[in-house]
């Protein structure tokens, strides 16, 4: 699971689950038994569930290992279509959450949650886990219409990046108690694996793993030549901030000055708001922006172009 390196043990973890339990009662239950299997996999973490790390905040699992310098927050999302049939003697009965417009606003807000954690806890890294056979949340419709929930949807290969507030239309029924917009600072790109298979209709359970790290340093501008350094063997890629470069300052009517890649990722982000309010198509969004992306990412050190050998 490449989405999962940020915590080396977590696709282990996953991977005893799926094989004891591929289908669960309930949220609480998967909580429960991913702890459990934390757990038995290593004896020597701390596992709490359920957790009140902060004034204000709730966290489903915390999970550390202070010898080794690990530290992990979890928030865990089980979104369920119909489906009933018995696994290994047990007898499940799942019942159709519907809602999927506002149960994917719940888990934007959850990554939200765990950015401000970790952003807050140094050393700490986070993730939001996502557990469904529900289909319509990996599968993109093929009407190509917008809706008021199109900035929550969690669809295969979506960017969830920026502010993400309803649409304009949104009643305010649909809205109640979740009217906030999202403030996301990362980018994260929706890849959902297989979990488990179980006979039946909705039988398919899909997982979606959203790992989320610290902010990096606020960088600074980059000056005409200036190239942010590759990754080192011995340790991590040099941040932007260590740059020796100017201050930032704006941009002039006559195009001089520069932007950092952090304000260039805001602009991208703002022109793919523009675009989705226009109503153009997710894939031709994909295509304007995601070329970009890359772009951004070779400028930050983070891409190397690969030839088809």
Known sequence: ???????????????????????????????????????????????????????GMRLDLLIWRPD????????????????????????????????????????????????????????????????????????????????????????EDQVISGSRAWGAGTGAGTMKHREAVIEVRGDYRCRWSPYSALPGSKGQFRLLALPVDATRPSPQVLGAGSRIPPPTADGPRTDVAAVSTPAPRPVSATGSGHYSPAELRAELRRFEHQLRAAGLRETSIATYVDRTSRFLKWLEGDYQPRGPN
Do not use: C
């Open 68 to 155: 080794l310098g690990r530290y992990l927050a979890l928030e865990l999302k089980y979104l369920t279509a119909a489906w009933s049939g018995e696994v290994n003697g047990e007898r499940f009965g799942l019942v159709s959450q519907g809602a999927q417009d506002i149960r994917a606003y719940d888990v934007l807000k959850d990554v939200q949650r765990v950015e401000r954690f970790v952003d807050d806890h140094p050393g700490w890294s986070g993730m939001v886990l996502v557990l469904s056979n529900d289909p319509s949340y990996w599968s993109r419709p093929g009407h190509g219409r917008t809706t008021n929930a199109d900035a929550f949807r969690i669809y």
């Open 1 to 55: 699971m490449a989405a999962m390196e940020g915590w080396p043990d977590i696709g282990t973890w996953l991977g005893t689950l799926r094989q004891s339990r591929p289908v669960f009662h309930s949220e609480a239950d998967f909580q429960q038994a991913l702890a459990w299997a934390i757990h038995l996999s290593d004896p020597s973490a701390r596992v709490r569930l359920e957790t009140r790390p902060a004034p």
